[in-house]
Each structure stands twice: as C-alpha cells, then as structure tokens.
C-alpha cells in the first residue's frame, strides 16, 4: 500500500523565498492545478477519493445498525443512543480541529512555508493525544446520565452502555487517525488517508459480524464486539499513519519538534469555532433524540434508522467540502482571493445538488431505506414522518455545509458558526418546546429540523454575498 501512494507524495525540499508551490518537485501538476486554470478538475481530484472512502466507512456504520438490529430493538435503540455522540467525535476530529489542521497546512504550503507545514503535523499529534484523552475520560464518567437524559431505559440503556465504553476507550488513536488525515488532506495527499480507511472498513466488516455472534473459539460479545472491533482498527490505523508521515514519503512529514504557540493559534483559530459549529448539529441531534424519545422506544428506533440516511450525506459532503477548504486555502494562501471564491460557489452548488437529490429519492419512497433496518409498522412510521418532512431540505444542507468549509479554508468562521446556532436554536430548541411543551407530536417536531436547515443555509449564503467570508483585505498567510 505504501508503494502505491508513495506516487504522488514524493518527498520535496523548503522552496526557495519568492517561488511558487508549482515549482515543487513532485507535486508541480497538482499546484500548478489548484492555483491556475480549470476549478473542476482539481476539485474533483481532491473530492472523489475522500468522499468514497468515507461513504464506504458510513456503510460501515450502517451495516454495525443492521447487525444491531439482529440483536433485538433495545439493542438498537441502544446504538441509536451513542450514535450521536460517535459523530461528535467524528465531527470535531475531522470538521472541527481537523479543518483547522487541513487549513494551517494548505495555507502554509500556498505561501511556500514548508518548515511550518512540517511542524503543524506534530502540533497535530499533541492536540490528538490531548482531546482523545478527554473524550475518553468523559465518556466513561458521564455515559450513564448522558444515555439516560436522552430517553435511555433499561435494556436499551445497558447496550448503550456496553457499546459506548468500547468505543470511546479507542478515542486516541481515533483522534490521531484524523488528524493525520486531515494534515494529508491539506497538502493535497488524499489517496493514502482513503486507503487506510477503505482496508480498515473492509476488515471490520468481516470482523464485527463475528465478535458479535461469535465464531468458532471466538465467544459473543455482542454490543460490546462492534465497539471494540472500531477501537482495534483505529489502533492500527494511527500506527500505520505515524509512520508513515514519520519515513519522509508523505507530503508532509511528521518530525517531533518544540510546540510554538504561533502554530497551535494557526490551528486552533479555525479549529476551536469550527469544533463547536461540529458540536451544534450533534448537540441537536441530542436534544432531537431525547424530545423523539418521549414518544417512546418504537419512536427513538425509527428515528434512529431515518436519521441514520442525514450522516450518510454527510460523508459526501465532507469529501466534497475537505477539497474545497485545501483549494480555498492554499489559494488564500497565494492572494488569490477571487479565484478562491469561485471555488466556494463551485463546491456549494455541488453540494446542493448532490444532497437534494438524495433528499427527494429519500422523501418520495421512505421506506426503500426504512425496510432494510425493520418491517415493525410502529418502528417505521416515525421514520417515515422524518424522511417525508425533513429530506427534501436536504439540498439546504449540502450548499450550507460546502460553503462552512470554504470559510475554514479562508480563515474565516464566525458566520458559519452563527449559521450552525441558528439551525441549533431552531430545530433542537423550538422543535423540543413544541414536542415536549405543546404536546404537538412528531411531525411538528420534524418540521422544526426543517426549518432550522432553511435558516442554516440562508445565513451563510447571505454572509458569502456579503462579502464576510472572502473579504478583500485577507492578506496571504505570512505576510
């Protein structure tokens, strides 16, 4: 595997002051594509490998639902449950302080700092080992009233219990494994994070049927198997990825060096918000799950499947929106603000199509998606609710979501920040008062998630004509 992507990472020397990221020996085809000439094509070069891998690892999940679903509607209920906070962490490492790492690198390498591009992977190590750690030790402590307040209760509450402490002991080497990736994704090197990730998901989909169920000598763990089946492969993974960036081969190398705060705030001025606009559409999804689990267990299952087709876009769009940000960036980067906004609209309108057309695939034949997960009428008709009202928006979601990531390559934040709380305010907030308070049941409620992706997309489609994301005075990282 190694041989096969060493091809296009081959290892490069400091360019000399005043020459441009095309001159560097290796990679001159796909600089001299991401700062002149057609924006589809290097878009597409970036996008497709990420967004295929990741569909593949989102199939992953969808299989680890439906081998759930053999061990009864508790234990389903129960991975419904820890699902959402799963995508926190997944969110955070790869959109949140992974895009702030995939931003400081292209930003680097637009302005000819290889040095300091370098030396953000191993800032990157640090910060991995430091959240990983902290997502372990909360999950471990507040699991059970977190499980609880979102509608857990008895059996369900024991598997959400018995899968989420698996999971989450893996958190490190998770954590590593993404922003790896994301440095690898910001030098514009996608093909060896895919690798990684489609040989991973490939064992681990013949791996977690049997420590599920059992084979052989190998005794039913249930639950507890799928959660540690994921924690064995990012194990192996983060250390494949180690040293691989260590050996030189990489587009950037990993070389252990002095922390500098400068590197850490060129990280963290676009990770740290950018996390919490990953923790709103989470934390909604939260609040959604305990106002749906008021409804009862049926209810939190067929949710659960329906909302399940939301994360398989987002695979898509992350792709999509990771080229858009190491595009944007590395053009910022070299001053070239216009052309960089272009690719924010390319990239949006990408977005748009691709998600709305699953939207109303989804909205008008529920139950193709439904019917593979239960056949329990009392299971599938909230998710049929879900889908009928809320997937035709999904279009609203991939222009919002594309756009957000053209704002991280830009440095630039706030107003996706501000989108993200107004679809939280919405869809959480007034869906939960409607739910809980006005007793206006689940369509009402899924009517509000709606609405909350209508205001997600307006503001940040009203910030980018504004001129608040791409603004003129943005000076060339550097400088």
């Keep these: 595997m190694g041989d096969a992507a060493s091809s296009d990472a081959t290892p490069v020397q400091d360019a000399a002051p005043g020459s441009t990221p095309s001159t560097l020996p290796g990679r001159a085809s796909l600089q001299d594509a991401m700062l002149r000439g057609p924006l589809l094509k290097p878009l597409l070069q970036l996008a497709v490998p990420t967004t295929l891998v990741l569909i593949a690892q989102s199939l992953v999940g969808v299989a680890e639902n439906w081998y759930a679903s053999f061990l009864g509607t508790e234990a389903l209920a129960g991975v419904s449950l820890v699902f959402p906070v799963v995508m926190l962490m ?14 400081a690198v292209a930003r680097a390498l ?63 080497p998770f954590w590593l494994v993404n922003l790896l990736a994301a440095a690898l994704r910001g030098a514009g090197e996608v093909r060896v994070p895919a690798l ?53 081969r990489a587009a950037v190398r990993l070389t252990k060096g002095p922390l500098e705060p400068r590197l850490l705030r060129d990280i963290l001025r676009v990770g740290l918000l950018t996390a919490l606009s990953s923790l709103q559409p989470n934390l909604m999804v939260m609040v959604i799950t305990g106002a749906v689990g008021l409804f009862g267990v049926e209810a939190l299952a067929g949710y659960g499947m329906a909302s399940r ?33 272009r690719i924010a609209w390319l990239g949006g309108g990408l977005g748009f199509v691709a998600a709305g057309a699953i939207g109303l695939a989804a909205a008008l034949a529920p139950e193709v998606w439904l019917h593979a997960f239960s056949r329990e009428p ?14 035709p928006f999904y279009g ?3 222009l919002g ?3 957000a990531f053209a704002a991280q390559g830009a440095g630039h934040v706030l107003w996706p920040f501000l989108a993200g709380t107004s679809r939280l305010v919405i869809s959480a907030g007034v869906g939960w008062f409607v739910a809980a308070r006005l007793d206006a049941g689940l369509s009402a409620l899924f009517a509000m998630v709606a609405a909350g992706l209508v205001a ?22 550097g400088t």
Excluded at 211 to 233: H, N, Q
Excluded at 379 to 387: C, S
């Design 456 to 477: 997600y997309a307006g503001v940040t489609v009203v910030a980018m004509l504004a001129g608040a994301i791409f603004r003129r005075e943005t000076a060339p990282r």
């Design 196 to 248: 990684v990730t489609l040989v991973g998901a490939a064992v681990f989909l013949v791996v977690t049927p049997g420590v599920i169920f059992g084979f052989g000598p190998v005794p039913a763990l249930g639950l507890a198997g799928a959660g540690l089946a994921m924690t064995l492969f990012y194990v192996g993974a983060a250390l494949w990825l180690l040293r691989y960036m260590a050996s030189g």
């Design 378 to 391: 009392a299971v599938v008709a909230p998710g049929m609710d879900y889908l009928r009202i809320v997937a």
């Design 110 to 172: 637009g302005a000819n700092q290889r040095d300091d591009a370098n030396a953000l992977v191993w800032h990157a190590v640090m910060l991995a080992l430091a959240i990983g750690l902290v997502f372990s030790v909360l999950a471990w402590m507040t699991g059970p009233a977190l499980y609880t307040a979102l509608g857990g209760r008895a059996g369900a509450l024991d598997a959400a219990l018995q899968y989420s402490n698996y999971v989450f002991a893996g958190s490190i």
């Design 309 to 341: 087709l939301d994360y398989l876009i987002i695979p898509i769009l992350f792709g999509l929106g990771t080229a858009v940000l190491t595009l944007v960036g590395t053009n910022v980067g070299a001053g070239q603000h216009e052309r960089a906004r």
């Design 396 to 398: 609203l979601l991939g």
């Design 90 to 103: 997944t969110m955070m490492s790869n959109g949140g302080i992974g895009s702030g790492v995939a931003s």
């Design 401 to 403: 979501f594309v756009l």
